[in-house]
């Protein structure tokens, strides 16, 4: 993992999926929250498709793994891509990107939820416990007001929902024989059909054409979504999942740095101490010793990587 290829290709994730929520709260500029969704999801599917067949890998044919891909599509792709637009018109990009770490708490919760998770006292759930705390502080409830709310509460939920998809993905379609890069495309590409549903419900919005929009959105799209899973591929098939892992801790550091920055966010000394706490509590869910590993349990790093990935999943169910 120390080697300069590996450290480059960490560095691109950590900008590509840290930045994510800098190009959303841009292109919230041009397009709706479902708008955008819809846009990254058609481009990020395009250039996966053209990455798996240049790769010469196919897409999978049986009609019931493509069944299993509309749950993990839904929930990994089309659901949270607009519940993130949709908080961000009142959320900062960073503490957008710090609420997302929660995303492994939440994947703890659903494995003690479904009893693969069945140790009820351990430093892994201490490490729940903890982060939930640092997500109420960062999230300040008892300080926020009714549309702030709304807004951190869909980000969360955007987080849980990633969740949800990667357990599934780990339960159904991992070390099922078909290579991660189609199934990730595959998954995108299913994705797209499903994001037709939003068309409906946000996706006739008038589109304002404001060039820093639409260029956010192609960014979200070919690089926050298309070539970042082909990226983590290579990463995972060079040095295995840890070096994903490692990225996942970069993220709402790389979110809440880019904000402040770029759009002049406050960082507060409350969401500071949140970060810091949250950090540690995935962290602390992540450990546990060797000899009490259970690689049946799929507990992600951190899911923002806002890709849904198959990649990543099936690398680690693998482990």
Wanted: charged residues 10%; glycine residues 12%.
């Amino acid at each position: 993992m120390g080697s300069k290829g590996t450290l480059v290709r960490m560095g691109l994730l950590a900008l590509l999926w840290g930045s994510s929520f800098l190009w959303i709260k841009f292109a919230l500029q041009s397009m709706s929250p479902g708008q955008i969704a819809i846009g990254r999801i058609l481009l990020g599917a395009a250039v996966l498709v053209v990455l798996c067949y240049s790769g010469r890998q196919r897409l999978p044919k049986d009609p019931k793994i493509w069944a299993h891909l509309a749950f993990a599509a839904f929930f990994g792709n089309a659901l949270p891509f607009f519940l993130f637009g949709f908080g961000e018109q009142t959320v900062d990009s960073g503490i957008a990107g710090v609420l997302n770490a929660t995303t492994p708490l939440w994947a703890l919760l659903i494995g003690v939820l479904i009893r693969q998770e069945r140790k009820l006292f351990s430093l892994r759930m201490l490490g729940m416990v903890v982060g939930f705390g640092g997500t109420l502080l960062i999230f300040a409830p008892w300080q926020a007001g009714g549309l702030t709310s709304w807004g951190a509460l869909a980000i969360l939920g955007a987080a849980a929902s990633y969740a949800v998809s990667y357990t599934y993905i780990g339960l159904k379609l991992s070390g099922k024989g078909t290579a991660p890069i189609a199934l990730s495309a595959a998954q995108l590409v299913t994705a797209a059909g499903l994001s037709t549903l939003l068309l409906p419900i946000d996706g006739f919005e008038p589109i304002t054409w404001h060039p820093l929009g639409v260029v956010a959105v192609v960014i979200l799209g070919v690089f926050g979504t298309g070539f970042a899973f082909a990226l983590n591929y290579r990463l995972i098939a060079d040095e295995g999942a840890v070096a994903a892992t490692a990225v996942g801790y970069l993220l709402p550091v790389v979110s809440v740095l880019l904000g402040a920055i770029v759009l002049g966010e406050p960082v507060t000394l409350r969401v500071v101490a949140g970060m810091v706490v949250v950090l540690l509590g995935v962290g602390m869910t992540r450990w546990q010793p060797k000899a009490a590993a259970k690689p049946e349990l799929v507990v992600p790093a951190v899911a923002a990587a806002p890709v849904g990935s198959a990649v990543a999943t099936a690398d680690r169910a693998a482990e």
